[in-house]
C-alpha cells in the first residue's frame, strides 16, 4: 500500500509558476510510473503527465506541453510538478496517483492508476 500527499497548491496571477510536490510513503515508490492528473468543476478528471521509474521518460497531456515539467526524486520519494505560464484554465484540484503495475509506460488513463492522493487545489486568476 502506498499513500500519497500532495501539497504546494495555491493561488497565482495568469503567467505564474506553482511546483507541486507529492510525497510517497513506503519503499516501492522507485518501482512505480508516476503521473498527475487534474478535475475542474463540472469536468472529467484529465491527464496532465506522467513519468517512468527513472524518470528518463516522461510525457504530457496536449494542454500543458510545453508549460509543465515532471519529475520525481526516489531518494526522497516525491514526485514535482513544476508548472509556469499558468493560465485561468489551468485552474481545477491537482492529483498524484501511482500505477503499481508499471515502471516503464505511458500510462495516460485514471482507470490504470492504484493509487491516488488527496488532491491540492491550484487557481489562476486572470
Known amino acids: 500500500q502506498v499513500q500519497l500527499v500532495e501539497s504546494g497548491g495555491g493561488l497565482v496571477q495568469a503567467g505564474g509558476s506553482l511546483r507541486l510536490s507529492c510525497t510517497a510513503s513506503?519503499?516501492?515508490?522507485?518501482?512505480?510510473?508516476m503521473g498527475w492528473f487534474r478535475q475542474a468543476p463540472g469536468k472529467e478528471r484529465e491527464f496532465v503527465a506522467t513519468?517512468?521509474?527513472?524518470?528518463?521518460?516522461?510525457y504530457y497531456g496536449d494542454s500543458v506541453k510545453g508549460r509543465f515539467t515532471i519529475s520525481r526524486d526516489n531518494a526522497k520519494n516525491t514526485l514535482y510538478l513544476q508548472m509556469n505560464s499558468l493560465k485561468p484554465e489551468d485552474t481545477a484540484v491537482y492529483y498524484c496517483?501511482?500505477?503499481?503495475?508499471?515502471?516503464?509506460?505511458?500510462?495516460?488513463?485514471?482507470?490504470?492508476?492504484?493509487?491516488w492522493g488527496q488532491g491540492t487545489q491550484v487557481t489562476v486568476s486572470s
Open positions: 496517483a501511482a500505477d503499481r503495475n508499471h515502471m516503464e509506460r505511458r500510462t495516460t488513463a485514471s482507470h490504470e492508476y492504484d493509487y
Open positions: 513519468i517512468s521509474w527513472n524518470g528518463g521518460s516522461t
Open positions: 513506503g519503499r516501492t515508490f522507485s518501482r512505480y510510473v
